[in-house]
């Protein structure tokens, strides 16, 4: 398994500002990828985070929008940029090793945008 | 990933088996069956997944129907920590992210 840690938790941010959420994990993982949660929604996946390499984003995902960072194995940050209220959602990194099944989520972060 | 369809909500009596159905007809052969949970403001928690014979761990078992298009994950004996969204997932093994449809809301009643 792994641990997984978010930073923050939780934000209230203004609109047209950026947040920068950090993801790290205890060990090191293959697959770093970001899913975001609207209100009342299930979990849609926003990008694969790539070591040392541009993101892999999904339709409806712009790097412009969501700049994503991965520069090493245990370690990964995406930013919400120029923000707006239909921003607010809660965002969630989650991990998978070498070889393996399962993905590992962190606990998210929750971001209001007023 | 192919689709599935879930019931919305289902609740169940604590110290029952839970019973959640899936359907997943247009499943292809290389694609694995994945159960997740999101308990209440946490991320989402892995459960169980299988790819044609049923699988059982310490959480719970997964009954895939012969033709696999259908499913249907048990909680033994359920408790009220097993209130939770239940996620069926559709996907090939080392595809990379996951597809997660609306799943079901599963209350545990006392």
């Known amino acids: 398994s792994a641990v997984i840690s978010q930073k923050p938790s939780r934000d209230i941010c203004q609109r047209g500002t950026s947040l920068t959420i950090q993801c790290q994990v205890d060990?090191?993982?293959?697959?770093m990828f970001w899913y975001r949660q609207q209100p009342g929604q299930s979990l849609t996946l926003i990008a694969t985070?790539?070591?040392?390499?541009?993101?892999?984003?999904e339709s409806g995902f712009v790097i412009d929008k969501f700049p994503i960072s991965r520069p090493n194995l245990t370690f990964s940050t995406l930013t919400v940029s120029n923000m707006s209220p239909e921003d607010s959602s809660i965002y969630l990194c989650?991990?998978?090793?070498?070889?393996?099944?399962?993905?590992?989520f962190g606990q998210g972060t929750r971001l209001t945008v007023v | 990933d192919a689709k599935t369809t879930q019931p919305t909500s289902m609740d169940c009596a604590e110290g029952r088996a839970a019973n959640l159905p899936c359907n997943h007809s247009?499943?292809?052969?290389?694609?694995?069956v994945y159960w997740y949970r999101q308990i209440h403001s946490q991320g989402p928690q892995y459960i169980i997944h299988?790819?044609?014979n049923n699988e059982t761990n310490e959480m719970a078992s997964l009954i895939i129907t012969e033709d696999r298009k259908s499913s249907t994950l048990i909680l033994p004996h359920a408790t009220l920590r097993d209130t939770a969204v239940y996620y069926c997932?559709?996907?090939?093994?080392?595809?990379?992210?996951?597809?997660f449809g609306k799943g079901t809301h599963l209350i545990i009643q006392p």
């Open positions: 989650s991990v998978r090793f070498t070889g393996g099944t399962e993905a590992f």
């Open positions: 060990s090191q993982v293959t697959m």
């Open positions: 985070a790539n070591q040392g390499s541009e993101a892999t984003y």
């Open positions: 247009t499943i292809s052969g290389n694609e694995y």
């Open positions: 299988g790819l044609k």
């Open positions: 997932i559709v996907r090939a093994r080392g595809a990379d992210g996951l597809t």
